[in-house]
Nanobody
């Protein structure tokens, strides 16, 4: 099991940037794929970005491609989500997830989840 704690959320104006962090702890934290999902009020949780255990492969939802960037520092057991050119529609709770599945875009591909961090983008 991997324990995940997100941080870095907050309130930002449209066009601004935020960097989310996800600290992972557990015996296999550096050997699992990591993903970011988000859930807006009244909506289902949706895929944002994912990165393989080595960091060599990344994937993004079309809605954030070119604006958001996922990375990881396995020495620090931390995954980051750099969010640029933020839009009001990016407002959501952002969740970090860890798993061994290749189904990185699916909720079912992850075994462990953090508690989430709120991101609010004002217009």
């Amino acid at each position: 099991q991997v324990h995940l704690v997100e941080s870095g959320g907050g309130l930002v104006q449209a066009g601004g940037s935020l960097r989310l962090s996800c600290l992972a702890s557990g015996r296999t934290a550096s050997s699992v794929a990591m993903g970011w999902f988000r859930q807006a009020p009244g909506k289902e949780r949706r895929f944002v970005a994912a990165i393989t255990s080595s960091g060599e492969v990344t994937d993004y939802a079309d809605s954030v491609k070119g604006r958001f960037f996922i990375s990881r520092d396995n020495a620090k057991d931390t995954v980051y989500l750099q969010m640029n050119s933020l839009k009001p529609e990016d407002t959501a709770i952002y969740y970090c997830a860890a798993g061994n599945s290749l189904l990185l875009r699916l909720l079912a591909g992850y075994d462990d989840w953090g508690q989430g961090t709120q991101v609010t983008v004002s217009s």
